[in-house]
T-cell receptor, first 113, second 110 residues
Framework: DVKVTQSSRYLVKRTGEKVFLECVQDMDHENMFWYRQDPGLGLRLIYFSYDVKMKEKGDIPEGYSVSREKKERFSLILESASTNQTSMYLC????????????FGPGTRLTVT | QKEVEQDPGPLSVPEGAIVSLNCTYSNSAFQYFMWYRQYSRKGPELLMY????GNKEDGRFTAQVDKSSKYISLFIRDSQPSDSATYLCAMRGSARQLTFGSGTQLTVLP
């Protein structure tokens, strides 16, 4: 079974803090993704990575950065958290180079106050 | 206008009913279509994957794609309370990234 784990289920941070969200997958998948999920907006892609040290911007990269130093780990960084970054953050991985058949982690509910 | 439109519901049906969930899209380049199921407080999980037009069946689930109408459907036969979840459609063209619908919340009442 593919397992994608995320470091925290719930996180509360203050405006201006630097926030790290960690994601680890155990199936040797090349491709990893970070999404945010908001009511009425569905899942929106923030960044994705198809190889170690490689990253590509998704639809809403502003205010975020990522790091992929090891194949199994993909980190999302909020350099200076703002209240409009309060959201559910979902990490996913995929074996297919096309990014199909993604396996998701349980999500991190981030609240920025 | 969003590239993918999905009625958010909520949709409530009695156990045993046939459920129809739908998405429409505007990008004619989309060729790969997926349905994900997301239980409360969990991440989405892939339910169905289809390429181009046609039908695909897997147990009680049938995915249908009509590219000429830019319309996809997921049918659930003999619905069960355990099917209560949010259903997300997703699709892509030649790019690596998926475009998701906003999800339809389904409740199957015992």
């Amino acid at each position: 079974d593919v397992k994608v784990t995320q470091s925290s289920r719930y996180l509360v941070k203050r405006t201006g803090e630097k926030v790290f969200l960690e994601c680890v997958q155990d199936m040797d998948h090349e491709n990893m993704f970070w999404y945010r999920q908001d009511p009425g907006l569905g899942l929106r892609l923030i960044y994705f990575s198809y190889d170690v040290k490689m990253k590509e911007k998704g639809d809403i990269p502003e205010g975020y950065s990522v790091s992929r130093e090891k194949k199994e780990r993909f980190s999302l960084i909020l350099e200076s958290a703002s209240t409009n970054q309060t959201s559910m953050y979902l990490c996913a991985s995929s074996l297919k180079p096309t990014g199909d058949e993604q396996y998701f982690g349980p999500g991190t509910r981030l609240t920025v106050t | 206008q969003k590239e993918v439109e999905q009625d958010p519901g909520p949709l409530s049906v009695p156990e045993g009913a046939i459920v129809s969930l739908n998405c429409t899209y505007s990008n004619s380049a989309f060729q790969y279509f997926m349905w994900y199921r997301q239980y409360s407080r969990k991440g989405p999980e892939l339910l169905m994957y289809t390429y181009s037009s046609g039908n695909k069946e897997d147990g009680r689930f049938t995915a249908q794609v009509d590219k000429s109408s830019k319309y996809i459907s997921l049918f659930i036969r003999d619905s069960q309370p355990s099917d209560s979840a949010t259903y997300l459609c997703a699709m892509r063209g030649s790019a690596r990234q998926l475009t998701f619908g906003s999800g339809t919340q389904l409740t199957v009442l015992p």
